[in-house]
């Protein structure tokens, strides 16, 4: 199995301004998940971007990947305190699903 | 809409006693999967199940953790003699599979079972 490495591992912002997090992986994929995590609840699926795909949206929530740099990012853009939250990403191939140690993101009301 | 469910929500217990909890998955999926969280870190894969076969187990199931899914459908996860290093979330998520490979379709978790070991 391979985990991702999520960077940075904690970011503070207030609300309204955009948060990014990016996830750095080590072997091919199938695809890349995103996930959050609200402190004392389960995770919860954002997104899932497929290897041949760059860019995918979802509300406020923009993800990209570049397969030749084994990267991906998540962007959220006008921040609410409500998307404060630890933010995975889990790259897969033919592996179990494995989990780094996430990006705590706190915004700030 | 009927999410994965977990019971209990919270066991506090004595280092010694045995604990079980319970997952009731997402109806249609086959697949379910149990991790465990310690603070501050990422999930830990413990063990998955496609519909009432045990696939993979990992490393970290100490022959004092056992997993059952009789029918397919819910799941227990025992503990036996626990010890203060159990204390933890314990997690369950559910998804669909196709195939007898490790699926890629994307897993819906429970709110977990906070274990804390007196």
């Known amino acids: 199995s391979q985990q991702g490495e999520e960077d940075p591992q904690a970011l503070s912002i207030q609300e309204g301004e955009n948060a990014t997090m990016n996830c750095s992986y080590k072997?091919?994929?199938?695809?890349l998940q995103w996930y959050r995590q609200n402190s004392g609840r389960g995770l919860v699926h954002l997104i899932l971007?497929?290897?041949?795909?760059r860019e995918k949206h979802s509300g406020r929530l923009r993800v990209t990947l570049d397969t030749s740099k084994k990267s991906s990012s998540l962007l959220i853009t006008a921040s609410r305190a409500a998307d404060t939250a630890s933010y995975f990403c889990?790259?897969?191939?033919?592996?179990?699903?494995?989990f780094g140690i996430g990006t705590k993101l706190q915004v700030i009301p | 809409d009927t999410g994965v469910s977990q019971d209990p929500r919270h066991k506090i217990t004595k280092r010694g006693q045995n604990v079980t909890f319970r997952c009731d998955p997402i109806?249609?999926?086959?697949?379910l999967y149990w991790y465990r969280q310690t603070l501050g870190q990422g999930p830990e894969f413990l063990t998955y199940?496609?519909?009432?076969?045990?696939?993979?187990k990992s490393r970290l199931l100490s022959d004092r953790f056992s997993a059952e899914r009789p029918k397919g459908s819910f799941s227990t996860l025992e503990i036996q003699r626990t010890e203060q290093g159990d204390s933890a979330m314990y997690l369950c998520?559910?998804?669909?599979?196709?195939?007898?490979?490790?699926?890629?379709?994307?897993?819906?978790f429970g709110d977990g079972t906070r274990l804390s070991i007196l």
């Open positions: 199940f496609q519909n009432e076969a045990q696939l993979e």
């Open positions: 109806s249609e999926h086959n697949r």
């Open positions: 998520a559910s998804s669909l599979g196709v195939s007898e490979e490790y699926s890629n379709q994307p897993q819906h």
């Open positions: 971007i497929r290897s041949n795909e």
């Open positions: 889990v790259p897969l191939g033919y592996q179990k699903v494995t």
């Open positions: 072997t091919s994929i199938n695809n």
